[in-house]
């Protein structure tokens, strides 16, 4: 029996104990151990979730709008780079963040991971533009910082910023850049 990509998602979903072959070089494993079955399972929700979608707009250097889904059926959809935080719009730099990210991803597909959903109804996620990372790419460029209360899994991204901060890279140019979460919390109190 041969299994399409559909039916082995469907299947995983279904089944607490999948038993079969998956003929993907990737996936290839009997799953009829636990363990064999965990990782599965686990594959299959990584490929159930990732989304293909054209990004038309950006909004700052860590989020933006994308066009998501079959053709016939798009949809806009809200999305926020994780693991980064860019300057706000009005916030030193922010026009070069987002300039950057524009250069990157507008008007070309875009490999959307969800991970969760914030307050605001945006799509927190792992994006990939070009077949870059563009938390990696940000965060590089000097165009965004680590956002450590949110990118606990993505120990790649410290490293990054502590080279373009050597390297004065970016918003590293400048002599002591805030964050835009200290930006943030001082517009809410001068208010």
Known sequence: ???????????????????????????????????????????????????????????????????????????????RVHGIDAPERYQSFSDTSRSSLAALCLNVPAHIRPIETDRYGRSIAQVECRGRDVARHQVARGMAWVYTRYADTRPDLPPLQAQARKSHAGLWAYSDPVPPWQWRHAQAHAR
């Open 1 to 79: 029996m041969t299994w399409e990509l559909s039916d082995l998602v469907r299947g995983l979903a279904q089944s607490p104990q999948p038993l079969f072959l998956a003929r993907s070089p990737s996936l290839t494993r009997h799953a009829t151990t636990a363990n064999g079955a965990r990782q599965l399972r686990h594959h299959a929700q990584m490929i159930s979730a990732l989304l293909v979608c054209m990004v038309i707009g950006i909004h700052d250097g860590d989020s933006f709008l994308a066009r998501c889904g079959p053709p016939g059926d798009m949809r806009e959809r809200e999305l």
